[in-house]
């Protein structure tokens, strides 16, 4: 495998604690740090190592590196509200870029060369042709987008000077809950569509809205690439195995684009309930369709998305139906 003690920084989200279940259930050995901003405790198997660290605070880092021997660090400690970064820039170019920076520095001053880091398709910008693969122009249109561009460049700038071993892992729509239903998306504000319908249908919020019907798409509506948090899971610890011998940037998406309508469609089929529906205005900036390129992907890694639509929905259903937080 080529690790074996791994830091996941962030290891309280949503993603993050996903990351550290497919890496147990491996038998690989992690310790989590978070500052618990945005992340929960109870996400965490109550035996898993458990240190409170912020990226802002030098001093809480060398602390960590100083106790444990690390191997490895995954990276999913970073804001991720595309339009509190447009209104709020300061807060995320200073933690997900300054934050990072301390974060890789404290990796080169304790020794440890490998780090798997969590990235986004929000680095392309508006998409100039479809399906989005690597080599697509990279040209954010807000903040976060930005952010997240930097710290790629600075993976490869930090690879040619100091031996640096990394893989940034460009994310499309991660959705679903745990198979088991037991951690899921907890967001707050929430902002991800699947939820948001969720709540809907469990009269937790009037309704949900959709941003424009009039999109050149087969029923008008918004076409987005969902992955399942579990098979992104996957492909991190795959990831982690492949540093030795690779370093880069690859895509992690299904490569099948799904519309506003048919999720909200296959919610109502997984949950028996109908979902109240607004129709809004278009939202400035979304373009009609993203989705990925998934073939490199596949070629380093052997990795294929495994888990379906209907996957996606009936976890998320069941998280929203059983949640602890």
Known sequence: MGASKVLIMGGAGYIGSHVVRELLAHDIDCVVADNLVYGHREALPEDVPFFRADLLD??????????????????????????????????????????????????????????????????????CRLPLDETHPQAPINPYGWSKLMIEQALADYGRAYGLRYLALRYFNAAGAASDGSIGESHNPETHLIPLVMQAIRGERPCIRIFGTDYDTPDGTCLRDYIHVEDLASAHRLGLGRLDEFCGFLNLGTGRPLSVRELIAAAERVSGRSCPVEIGERRAGDPAALYAATGRAREELGWTPRRSLDDIVSTAWQWECSRRF
Not at 82 to 98: A, I
Not at 104 to 123: G, N, P, Q, W, Y
Request: aromatic content about 14%; charged content about 15%; glycine content about 6%.
């Open 58 to 127: 030098p001093s809480s880092l060398a602390a960590l590196f100083g106790h444990y021997d690390f191997d490895a660090v995954m990276h999913f400690a970073a804001f991720t509200y595309v339009g509190e970064s447009v209104q709020d820039p300061r807060k995320y170019y200073r933690n997900n870029v300054v934050g990072t920076l301390n974060l890789l520095d404290a990796m080169v001053e304790h020794h440890v060369r490998k780090i798997v880091f969590s990235s986004t398709c929000a680095i392309y910008g508006n998409p």
